[in-house]
Nanobody, 126 residues
Framework: VVQLVESGGGSVQAGGSLRLSCVAS????????MTWFRQAPGKEREGVAI????????YYADSVEGRFTISQDNAENTLYLQMNSLKPEDTAMYYC???????????????????WGQGTQVTVSS
């Protein structure tokens, strides 16, 4: 069992920056990968970025590549999403998630994930 808690959301103007955090607790040694998702009202939940802590691999959605950076702290119990050059279309509720045990992290399929945080709201104005 893994517990996840997001924080760091807020309201910013276009072009601004935010850094989101996701604190993980429980049996974190079982985590093979973690993904940041986002969901805007009336839209499907979409994957934003993936990290594989065991080897450092990262992947990004085309819409955020070059602007967002996913990372972990040295203790490997806190996940971060640094968001730069924010656009109004980035406005959404942001969630961190991980699958059960050594499951995979598909960026297009939220149903594959077993553990989710409560979400943190990001609002970007023009």
């Amino acid at each position: 069992v893994v517990q996840l808690v997001e924080s760091g959301g807020g309201s910013v103007q276009a072009g601004g920056s935010l850094r989101l955090s996701c604190v993980a607790s429980g049996y974190t040694a079982s985590v093979s990968c973690m993904t940041w998702f986002r969901q805007a009202p009336g839209k499907e939940r979409e994957g934003v970025a993936i990290i594989y802590p065991r080897d450092g691999r990262t992947y990004y959605a085309d819409s955020v590549e070059g602007r967002f950076t996913i990372s972990q702290d040295n203790a490997e119990n806190t996940l971060y999403l640094q968001m730069n050059s924010l656009k109004p279309e980035d406005t959404a509720m942001y969630y961190c998630a991980t699958p059960r045990l050594d499951g995979v992290c598909p960026i297009h399929y939220p149903r594959a994930y077993s553990y989710w945080g409560q979400g943190t709201q990001v609002t970007v104005s023009s």
